[in-house]
C-alpha cells in the first residue's frame, strides 16, 4: 500500500543554498535554487541514479560538483567554442568553464503535484538578470518532473532583435557501480571529438568501455543511449530530444586529484553523459525563436 501523504515537498538549507526535497512514491529528490540544479535523484530501493560528490559544497556563487548543471549560455571552455558563441562574449574576465548560469539563483515559478508526480519550474531572465559580459536578453525555463522516471527539460527563448549563437549543455552525474564494469549503449557508429587526444575526430566502435580518463564529444547522436550496469542489475536510460550531442565523461585517477569537491577515488562510482547543443551541433535563434532539450532518465532492472 502505498503512503497516502505522498507527494511531499519540503524547502531547506543546505549549508547556504536553498534547496527543495521532493519525495514520492517512486523516488526522492533534492534540487537548488541556484543554477535550478538537480542535486541528486533516487528511485525507492535502488543506488542513486544521479551522482552527487560526498565533498560537494553547497556556497552562494559556487558550483555544486555532482547532480546535473546546467551549462549555458556555452558549454566547456569559451574558447573551445565555434567563433559564433566566442562572438556573443563581450569580453571581461568573467569566463568560467560551462557558461554563466550554474552559479546564479533562478526565480522558483512554480512546484505542482500532478497526481503522484511532481514538477518543480524554475526562470531565469536575462533581460532583468544581465550576465557578465553577455549582454543578450533570453528567456531560460527549467522543467524538472518527478514521476516513475526523472524529466527534465531546458528551454531557451530569444526575447532580444538579434539571433543568439549558444552552446549547452545538462552535464548529468550518473552513480555507477564501477566505471570499469559499466558500458554505454547507443553510441555505436557515431563519430566523436576526442578531446584528450587534440580533439581528433574518431567513430564509436560498439558500446563505449572504461579503462581511462575519458572526455568526448559525440555527434550525430540518436534520441536514445544507456549505461549498462550489470553488478547493480539495472540499466540507465537516457530518452532525449532536441539535442544530437553528447558528452561522455570520466575523469580517472589523475584527474581526479586535480577536481574540486571530488574524493581522489570517486572516479570508480560515477559517470556524465551529457546531453548538449554543441560544437557542430551549436544553437542559433531567431529573435522570438524558442528551442526545448528535454532528457528523460529512467532506471530500468535487468
Ligand atoms: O563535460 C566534461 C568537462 O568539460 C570535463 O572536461 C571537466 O572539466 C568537467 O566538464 C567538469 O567541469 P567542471 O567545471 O564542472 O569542473
Excluded at 556555452?74 to 571581461?92: K, S, T, V, Y
Excluded at 568553464?97 to 508526480?117: N, Q
Excluded at 514538477?119 to 553577455?134: M, Q, V, Y
Excluded at 569537491?261 to 522570438?288: N, Y
Aim: aromatic fraction near 8%; glycine fraction near 6%; include cysteine.
Amino acid at each position: 500500500m502505498y503512503d497516502e501523504t505522498l507527494p511531499t515537498v519540503e524547502q531547506l538549507e543546505v549549508d547556504e543554498l536553498v534547496c527543495w526535497r521532493v519525495h514520492t512514491r517512486h523516488a526522492e529528490l533534492l534540487v537548488a535554487q541556484q543554477g535550478a540544479q538537480v542535486l541528486s535523484y533516487q528511485p525507492h530501493g535502488e543506488e542513486p541514479v544521479i551522482w552527487l560528490s560526498d565533498q560537494a559544497v553547497y556556497q552562494k556563487g559556487k558550483a555544486v560538483r555532482g547532480g546535473v548543471p546546467v551549462c549555458w549560455p556555452w558549454f566547456g571552455d569559451l574558447r573551445r567554442n565555434p567563433a559564433e558563441i566566442q562572438g556573443m562574449h563581450r569580453g571581461g574576465p568573467i569566463c568560467p568553464a560551462h557558461g554563466l548560469v550554474r552559479e546564479r539563483e533562478w526565480d522558483l515559478l512554480g512546484i505542482d503535484s500532478e497526481g503522484p508526480a511532481v514538477r518543480l519550474e524554475f526562470a531565469l531572465d536575462t533581460s532583468k538578470e544581465p550576465l557578465p559580459g553577455w549582454p543578450h536578453c533570453a528567456q531560460l525555463k527549467f522543467s524538472i518532473l518527478l514521476d516513475e522516471n526523472l524529466q527534465l527539460a531546458l528551454s531557451t527563448r530569444n526575447t532580444g532583435d538579434s539571433p543568439l549563437a549558444l552552446s549547452q549543455a545538462l552535464h548529468s552525474y550518473f552513480t555507477v557501480s564501477d566505471i570499469r564494469e559499466v558500458e554505454v549503449e547507443g553510441l555505436d557508429g557515431c563519430r566523436y571529438i576526442e578531446t584528450l587526444e587534440d580533439w581528433q575526430q574518431r567513430k564509436q566502435q560498439g558500446n563505449i568501455v572504461f579503462s581511462g580518463e575519458t572526455d568526448r564529444i559525440y555527434l550525430e547522436t540518436s534520441r536514445r543511449m544507456a549505461i549498462l550496469d550489470r553488478a547493480w542489475k539495472r540499466r540507465i536510460q537516457l530518452e532525449v530530444s532536441g539535442s544530437a550531442s553528447a558528452v561522455v565523461w570520466n575523469p580517472w585517477i589523475d584527474k581526479s586529484k586535480r577536481l574540486s569537491q571530488f574524493a581522489e577515488d570517486a572516479w570508480q562510482g560515477m559517470l556524465c553523459i551529457e546531453t548538449a547543443r554543441v560544437t557542430d551541433d551549436f544553437l542559433v535563434l531567431r529573435p522570438g525563436e524558442e528551442h526545448r532539450m528535454e532528457l528523460k532518465v529512467t532506471s530500468k532492472p535487468l
